[in-house]
């Protein structure tokens, strides 16, 4: 599979982003600032951007609550997300939605959502409407492990089957649906489900960005040639709790001392292009410069930025009973 070195300079401060907006977070929220619950995606950067490296704006996603990695790849604006993080006026969602709901529709991002398995559902609609218009487009789903034995998720799965929809599951598995291991929780297997339903599974390493790309380019490709639906399942390890609080007692502190050795996405995907390309270590190293840059302005404006007020309401809706 060859990538240029222009998409793969992309993916890399695409990936960065993600990585120091999420690490930004994890220090800004201790500070209690940040309101709400916060649910960082580092150590899954490679899953978001491998993906979305294949989609264009006409194309849809839809994402969980733990998002921000998906509105980064997508295209979404690093200064309004951390605005709305913060709760502000400037926000993508004018301080509405918080981390847990960050969308723009301008960009085929449908929102982060706080329900478990939220998404799929919304990614039938989106992914009847490409196929409807008749617009190429494919619609991309994000969900958990937790997320996998919904009933949304499961019906999500027969629907677009029977529908033959331009849609694409992607089951990021990190091995807990928040506490709880999926190997406790799951039972059969993920390739079983898919293929119950009739459609493709494809299963890759989320901590290796070209096993992601060229998984995804697969499914993206079938999806968008009218042949219907697909499972992807992406093997990923968070590298914080579920949420910032969780004081994750229920792994041991080694294991994630060893997935931050082992599976560090970003230090894989340097050593793997040291050896397919003429990039240099500067090229890499001015991305990680100019991205700090980038996330030390977005925190600073969204800390000075006004709140939402009453009057910003455009209607006010009154209900009576």
Known sequence: MQISQDVLLRAYRSMRTIRDFEERLHVEFATGEIPGFVHLYCGEEASAVGICSHLNETDTIASTHRGHGHCIAKGVAVDGMMAEIYGKKTGVCEGKGGSM????????????????????????????????????????????????????????????TVWSLPAVFVLEDNCYGEATASSYACAGSQRARAEGFGMPYIECDGSDFFAVHQAAEEAIAHARSGKGPVMMHVHLARWYGHFEGDAASYRRSEDVTRLRAEKDCLRNFREQVSTVSTIEASAFDAIDSAVREEIDRAVSKAKSDPVPQAADLHENVYVTY
């Open 101 to 160: 709901h960050i969308a723009d529709l301008s960009l085929g991002m449908l929102g982060a959502n706080g329900i478990v398995g939220g998404g799929p559902p919304l990614i039938c609609g989106a992914a009847l409407s490409h196929k409807l218009l008749k617009d190429g487009g494919v619609a991309v789903a994000f969900y958990g492990d937790g997320a996998s034995n919904e009933g949304t998720t499961l019906e999500s799965l027969n629907l677009a």
